[in-house]
Each structure stands twice: as structure tokens, then as C-alpha cells.
């Protein structure tokens, strides 16, 4: 176990710097967030929407919490990615590898395939799990600030946020083995991604989902999120999984 | 894994690429020696190296490490050697401790005393980033940890190139420190041939993809030669009796594999020995014969 830790230990090492600009991003998201929520209960954001936007309005304070409660939902996907991109600069620690004579030292080492792929989802995980509970407990922190309540659609968010993030860096890894090169792997994450989206727009093109055509965006996005959230568990566990033996058959593959 | 002759036994390894050939490369390297492995630079020596690490596969072949064969006993072998690099495979945000941790990591036998006894040895810093190293320190690093956990055989690929004589020389010298024993090896792979013909006991030299010589280097040294003649006394001299011949307008150098033989038939010419970088500039001119 030591000696896997110290595997890892390398990985956390290389990405020190990532991390460190993610918790600061994550530390700058989350304090802004907080401000702005505060701003529309006692702040300019009160006071301008007060007399503009809403300007003689009889129902003006319940729009106000409307807008807040929306804009809030809105506001929490930054620090929530943040904190569930880590994985990807975990995954990002590879291109280093490209730069330096690492593949060939760790190739040449008695460490086997399966382990090295254990050593690379085991960081995964750990970072999957981090995040989600670095997200719900800014989820807990900003509905006591706000006075917005959390919902099934926050959990929904963060898991959601945690499966495309496992996505990204699993695919992301599997693409920089293949490829070598972050440039090319980057274009095909891009393109995957695209493909996806373009995908789900074609299937709702032809399944429109009737209940919506009521909803505003932020009804139909915290719904989504919702849905999502149930199936997002299995979406990152399906990637991790799969992502785990791709990449053990990768590292077995030998030079041409 | 302890009763063998020989630490590294190639036979008969080819591997296709576009454009290059490895074509049948054998040699062995005997156990508590020197192997050096020379050949100018795309000769096929990291090609090589890596079919003997497995990280590229081969066509054909059979490569031996300890006895054993290198693909089915791939990480019981590799828990025994050690491979080092022209360059150091750490990141530049890395220091001595951070490597002595994730090595631990690694190697099972790895010695943490014995690797911060080097460090101190070469007056290497623990904290310091790689990325602040002086190239001969970086090297020097690489050799701290790579005989830092028992291993029986080290692999050096182009480790000393772009290093100054003297840091060269000092790594030379923790070379046959190494080898004290008698149950250690090493394979260095290099186009300097001064530094092999210091160290090395046994020489294999690659061109274009074969090996064109392998055996003890004293032998190979002892029986090639170098006629120093004229040019017209050159004329005489047969043109299957030498490997090529430098000409310019003062003379002829001219490279024979049988010295003594060629002692016997050219008795007036002055034979004297080849170094080594005189056999391989020869060997690689070998097919246009004569050359300036």
C-alpha cells in the first residue's frame, strides 16, 4: 500500500501547481458567489434592480427572491467545477510525462500495468470524492448565507459536475496515451464532446420533452440537473471502470 | 535468477520501420562486465536499448536478461536493473527528496541511506529543483538513484553525451566502483568512443540497423590496424585487405581488421593501432572505400 501511495504521491506532486490555481480559483468563485447572493439581499444588485428592472412593481421583493434564487442556482456551477476539475489535472500530469524521458524510466520500472492503471483511477476517485465533498459542503455554506434553500437539483449539479469532470480526465488520459501530444488530445476531447452534445440536441430535436414548454431556463436547467443527478453515479463509475481497463491495455501495448 | 553467464544475451533481432532495419543484432554481454555499444547517432542503439527494456516490440528475436527471457519474466527482470537516459525522467519541479520517495515507491530493494550517501558523494543539494541543476549534475542524480536499489544491470542510453571530460570521468570512475563485485553489469551505450575504450571490456558496434563488430574490446583494438602510407605505396595495397582508407594529399590512412596478417604481407608499411573512433569513422565509411 506504501508503495502505491508513493505512486501517487508523484502524480499530487506534478500537479501541485493545477491544484493550487484550482483552490484559488474555487476560493475566488466562492467568495464572489457569496457577495453577490449578499448584494441582492443588501447590496447594489438590491438597490439597482429596485429601481430599473422592477421600478413599481407590486410584486417586486417576490421577483427580487426569484432573481436572486436563480442567479444563485447559476452562480454555483463555477466553484463546483472547480472543484471538480482536480481530476483533470491529474490526468493532465501525462503531458509532462510526453515532455520528459518519464515513459520510458516508468516503462523500464517493476511496476506493472495493472498497478500503474490502478495507481492513475485510484487518483481519480480520490479527487471525485474530494470534490464532491469540497461542492456540498459550499452548497451548505452558500444556502445558509443566502437564505436559498438546497434542493435535489444542487445534488443533482455537483454530481453531474463530478461525472463530466471524471469524463473529461479519463478521456482526456486515454487520448494523450494514444496520441501523445495534448494538442491532439485535446481536439479529440473537443470533437467527442461535441459529438455528444450534438447528439443529445438531435435526440430532443426528435423527443421534444413536452412538460418543459412551460418552464423558464432556470426551471428546465435545475430540472435537467435533477435527472441528471440520478443517472451521473453511474456515468462516472462507468467511466472510471472502463476508463481503468482501456488504459491497463494501453500501457500493456509496446512501442511500434 | 543467480546462475547466469551472461546479463544481457541478444540473438538474432530484427525490427522493421520505415526506412530502418534493425537486421539481426546479436551480442552478449558477460556477467560482471562492461558492454560498450557504440555507433553513430541513428545507428539503431536506442532502438535497441528499448527492445531490451521491451518498450518496443520487436519482429523477431530472442533477448535474455539474467537467463531469463525478457517478455515472459518481464518485471521479476526489472526489479534488478536500472535504465538511465540522456535525460532525466523527472519533472523540473522535483528534488533529490521527492525522487528518493516516489523510488520507494518503486523498488522494493530500494537503499534510502546508500541513495542520500551518493547525493552527499556528488555534492548534489536535496532540495533544490532539478530544473536549477547543471546538466552534469542532473546526470549525476540519475546515477545516484539508479544504483541506489541493488540493481545487477544498468542500462545507460547516451547517459554521458553532452557531459564536460571531467564530470565524464567521474562517472567513469563510480562505474568501476559499481562493478567492484563481479555481479554487476552494464551496458552503455554511446558515440563517445573515448569513454568506452576506457572502461568498457567488451565493445558491440552498430551501422544502419546491424552490428558490424562485437567481442572484447582489447581484441578488436588488438587486431585492427592503421597503415600509414603514401599515396602511391597505397595504390598496392589490396583493395579486400582494408576496410576503407582516408586519403588526402599528403598520404593514406588505412584501416585493416588483421593487423597482424597485414604486418606479414605489407612488411614495409607502418602499422599502428586503431582506437576505437578510428574503427567505427572507418567501419561507417566502409562502402564508399575511400574517402577524405
Keep these: 500500500m506504501r508503495s502505491f501511495l508513493r505512486l501517487v504521491y508523484r502524480d499530487v506532486y506534478m500537479s501541485k501547481k493545477a491544484l493550487l490555481i484550482s483552490a484559488f480559483s474555487f476560493i475566488a468563485f466562492f467568495v464572489l458567489s457569496i ?55 491529474i490526468a493532465q500530469v501525462s503531458v509532462n510525462d510526453e515532455k520528459t524521458a518519464w515513459k520510458y524510466f516508468y516503462r523500464s520500472a517493476p511496476v506493472s500495468c495493472r498497478k500503474k492503471a490502478l495507481v492513475k483511477f485510484f487518483e481519480f476517485f480520490v479527487f471525485d470524492i474530494l470534490g464532491f465533498v469540497i461542492s456540498y459542503v459550499y452548497s451548505l455554506v452558500f444556502s445558509a448565507v443566502s437564505g436559498i434553500e438546497m434542493t435535489y437539483s444542487d445534488m443533482g449539479m455537483i454530481l453531474a459536475g463530478i461525472a463530466l469532470g471524471t469524463a473529461m480526465a479519463v478521456l482526456l488520459y486515454i487520448f494523450i496515451l494514444i496520441f501523445h501530444s495534448l494538442d491532439k488530445a485535446g481536439l479529440m476531447l473537443t470533437a467527442t464532446f461535441a459529438a455528444v452534445l450534438i447528439g443529445i440536441e438531435i435526440y430532443f430535436a426528435f423527443h421534444p420533452i413536452k412538460d418543459v414548454s412551460d418552464m423558464g431556463p432556470f426551471e428546465v436547467l435545475k430540472n435537467a440537473f435533477e435527472t441528471l443527478g440520478l443517472y451521473s453515479v453511474l456515468i462516472t463509475a462507468a467511466f472510471l471502470l472502463v476508463g481503468f481497463i482501456i488504459t491497463e491495455m494501453l500501457y500493456k501495448r509496446r512501442e511500434k | 535468477m543467480n546462475d547466469y553467464e551472461n546479463a544481457i544475451e541478444i540473438n538474432g533481432i530484427i525490427k522493421q520501420y520505415d526506412g530502418f532495419k534493425l537486421d539481426g543484432i546479436s551480442f552478449d554481454l558477460p556477467k560482471g562486465g562492461i558492454l560498450g555499444f557504440i555507433g553513430q547517432n541513428g545507428a539503431g542503439k536506442t532502438t535497441t536499448i528499448k527492445s531490451i527494456l521491451n518498450i518496443t516490440a520487436t519482429d523477431s528475436g530472442e533477448i535474455k536478461i539474467f537467463g531469463l527471457d525478457n517478455i515472459k519474466h518481464e518485471n521479476e527482470i526489472k526489479r534488478h536493473i536500472s535504465a538511465v537516459f540522456d535525460e532525466i525522467p523527472f519533472h523540473d519541479s522535483f528534488t533529490a527528496n521527492a525522487i528518493n520517495t516516489v523510488m520507494k515507491g518503486m523498488y522494493s530493494e530500494w ?31 540519475q546515477i545516484a538513484y539508479a544504483l541506489s536499489h541493488n540493481a545487477k544491470l544498468l542500462i545507460m542510453d547516451e547517459a554521458t553525451t553532452g557531459l564536460d571530460p571531467i ?15 563481479g555481479e554487476r553489469s552494464i551496458l552503455m551505450s554511446s558515440h563517445i568512443t573515448s569513454d568506452i575504450e576506457k572502461i568498457a571490456d567488451c565493445v558491440a558496434f552498430i551501422d ?18 592503421m597503415i600509414k602510407c603514401s599515396k602511391a605505396d597505397f595504390r598496392e595495397i589490396a583493395e579486400d585487405d582494408y576496410i576503407s582508407a582516408r586519403t588526402n594529399d599528403f598520404g593514406a590512412e588505412i584501416l585493416v581488421s588483421d593487423r597482424a596478417k597485414a604486418k606479414r604481407k605489407y612488411s614495409g608499411a607502418v602499422i599502428e593501432k586503431a582506437s576505437l573512433e578510428d574503427i567505427m569513422l572507418f567501419y561507417v565509411n566502409r562502402d564508399k572505400k575511400e574517402w577524405t
Design chain 1, 35 to 89: 457577495l453577490i447572493v449578499i448584494s441582492f439581499d443588501y447590496g447594489n444588485i438590491r438597490t439597482i434592480l429596485l429601481e430599473t428592472v422592477l421600478k413599481d412593481l407590486p410584486q417586486a421583493e417576490e421577483m427580487l427572491g426569484i432573481y436572486k434564487e436563480n442567479f444563485g442556482f447559476v452562480l454555483k456551477i463555477y466553484p463546483i467545477f472547480c472543484a471538480v476539475s482536480m481530476s483533470i489535472e
Design chain 2, 111 to 141: 537503499d534510502e541511506k546508500l541513495y542520500f550517501s551518493y547525493l552527499e558523494k556528488f555534492g548534489l543539494p536535496r532540495k533544490k529543483k532539478i530544473g536549477k541543476l547543471s546538466k552534469g549534475m542532473k546526470m549525476k542524480l
Design chain 2, 167 to 181: 564530470v565524464r570521468s567521474e562517472i567513469l570512475d563510480i562505474f568501476r566502483e559499481y562493478l567492484k563485485d
Design chain 2, 208 to 225: 544502419k540497423g546491424k552490428i558490424l563488430l562485437s567481442g572484447y574490446k582489447d581484441d578488436i583494438i588488438e587486431n585492427h590496424g
